[in-house]
T-cell receptor, first 118, second 110 residues
Framework: KAGVTQTPRYLIKTRGQQVTLSCSPI?????VSWYQQTPGQGLQFLFE???????NKGNFPGRFSGRQFSNSRSEMNVSTLELGDSALYLC?????????????????FGEGSRLTVL | TQLLEQSPQFLSIQEGENLTVYCNSS?????LQWYRQEPGEGPVLLVT?????EVKKLKRLTFQFGDARKDSSLHITAAQPGDTGLYLC??????????FGTGTRLTIIP
């Protein structure tokens, strides 16, 4: 079956601009999580969506936002871009959200969207 | 904030050698996963461990979950170039987020 698809794969923006990244989960998966990966900070949790509702949020400023559509596809948006937002943004899908008690299911990651802010 | 420290940060060894990488925390976690990430790709799950003291084997890879549920190790026997990648541990601390470790970048030299 098709894996997690993220678009675009690469993009370059300048400071102050905004960006929208898209993620299509594996068919049947209703939970989508977003992570930021940088060499200095590693993989950091941004947020998790399930059934169009944000179930959990990481410690990122309000410039980072997301949403999920009825078909489980998700988008994240970063407004007023800063140089420090340059990173690989990874989307992961799973059958259930982490907020489901005791759930330890696999996260299936996409290849990521590499954002460079100049 | 729960932190997962992995060691070593970088490891470069010859093909055929054995190695162990570690994942440690000061807090107890309910479950732990190991992922491997290759360049240009997202992480891929290797194993999930949920019971303190649990040992799981996946071909040449052996995963151990510490008795106190604060640490885990990954041992690779007879490393091969295909084992090259970034190894990440990820834990549930009970706060419903999956926290990833700092990563170990492994290079196997043919």
């Amino acid at each position: 079956k098709a894996g997690v698809t993220q678009t675009p794969r690469y993009l370059i923006k300048t400071r102050g601009q905004q960006v929208t990244l898209s993620c299509s989960p594996i068919s049947g998966h209703r939970s989508v999580s977003w992570y930021q990966q940088t060499p200095g900070q590693g993989l950091q949790f941004l947020f998790e969506y399930f059934s169009e509702t944000q179930r959990n949020k990481g410690n990122f400023p309000g410039r980072f936002s997301g949403r999920q559509f009825s078909n489980s596809r998700s988008e994240m948006n970063v407004s007023t871009l800063e140089l420090g937002d340059s990173a690989l943004y990874l989307c992961a899908s799973s059958l259930l959200p982490r907020t489901t008690g005791g759930y330890t299911g696999e996260l299936f990651f996409g290849e990521g969207s590499r954002l460079t802010v100049l | 904030t729960q932190l997962l420290e992995q060691s070593p940060q970088f490891l470069s060894i010859q093909e055929g050698e054995n190695l162990t990488v570690y994942c440690n925390s000061s807090s107890v976690f309910s479950s732990l996963q190991w992922y491997r990430q290759e360049p240009g790709e997202g992480p891929v799950l290797l194993v999930t461990v949920v019971t303190g003291g649990e040992v799981k084997k996946l071909k040449r890879l052996t995963f151990q979950f510490g008795d106190a549920r604060k640490d885990s190790s990954l041992h690779i026997t007879a490393a091969q170039p295909g084992d090259t990648g970034l190894y990440l541990c990820a834990a549930n601390f009970g706060n419903e987020k999956l926290t990833f470790g700092t990563g170990t970048r492994l290079t196997i030299i043919p």
